[in-house]
């Protein structure tokens, strides 16, 4: 795979998904001075009888969005079109149905036909969403996991089966330039680290609810016995609850097994609002 230099000052990002994510990856961007935009979901579109081209997208349609967004509000976009071809990258970091993210992220794509585009995989493939959002050549995989962005060092990375070289190689190198090591690793739900560590946290949350141990006392075993510099209950509430559970019911829809059947006590706490560290609650109290 032929790698090569990128030259930050080149670069211009186009980062979409749920706002709470955007704004951590917002800030590893912005650590780097990598320029970007936001364009807030538009799953409202679908619902809208006409094709692209007429569709209004500025002015009311993204404003309601803009707060969200926190301290990079001012970088929302109010029309995509008015700077076609402007992004070199498109970065979905969508967590929702892959069926919700084709349109904004087909959207964006159209208007910028030769960015390189990067999606979370936490709950679908990028061969999968490539062929929905009509980017088969262009996307590529990334394990993003939420809360963990600005503090981890590898990042995984998967080509879908119609991905072009050259765009893989713009993905490695751009995954590079963030200041991750990438990891590339074959294209499935989920990717590695955060199917496994779903996996463990899912059966924690079993051995909990079964009285087997304490939430701290599973953690305490697994720091000592594993050399784990977390427990799996602590990273459940750093990622938050509604998370693991949404990548648990994905990868559960894909392979059908039952060691992927997401515990009730998680979807018992969601139902109570105890989604974990951001919340004040999950299985600790914050």
């Not at 970007?36 to 538009?42: C, E, H, Y």
């Not at 199917?195 to 079993?206: C, D, K, P, W």
């Amino acid at each position: 795979m032929a790698i090569y230099e990128l030259n930050p000052d080149a670069l211009n990002v186009l980062l979409t998904g749920e706002a709470d994510v955007v704004v951590e990856f917002a800030h590893v961007l912005t650590s780097r001075n990598i320029p970007f935009s936001i364009l807030p979901l538009m799953d409202e579109i679908d619902e809208l009888d006409m094709e692209f081209p007429d569709m209004d997208l500025d002015g009311e349609a993204l404003a309601f969005n803009a707060d969200v967004f926190g301290a990079f509000a001012s970088r929302v976009i109010e029309d995509l079109r008015a700077q076609p071809g402007a992004f070199t990258h498109i970065i979905d970091l969508s967590f929702v149905n892959p069926f919700d993210r084709k349109i904004t992220l087909e959207i964006a794509a159209s208007v910028n036909p030769r960015a390189t585009v990067l999606a979370s995989t936490l709950t679908g493939t990028a061969t999968e969403l490539g062929l929905m959002s009509n980017t088969p050549t262009r996307i590529v995989g990334i394990g993003v996991v939420p809360s963990l962005m600005s503090t981890t060092t590898l990042m995984e990375y998967a080509p879908g089966l119609n991905t072009s070289a050259e765009h893989t190689a713009r993905a490695h190198t751009f995954l590079q330039t963030l200041g991750y090591t990438p990891e590339r690793v074959e294209d499935r739900v989920a990717l590695v680290h955060m199917r496994v560590l779903a996996t463990l946290i899912n059966e924690a949350a079993f051995a909990v609810m079964e009285g087997v141990a304490t939430p701290a006392d599973i953690d305490q075993a697994m720091k000592l016995g594993t050399n784990y510099p977390k427990g799996l209950l602590e990273w459940a509430d750093e990622i938050g609850i509604p998370i693991v559970t949404l990548v648990l019911e994905s990868l559960y829809r894909e392979y059908q097994q039952e060691r992927y059947r997401p515990c009730v006590l998680l979807k018992q706490y969601m139902r109570a609002g105890w989604n974990g560290k951001a919340a004040g609650r999950g299985f600790y109290t914050y």
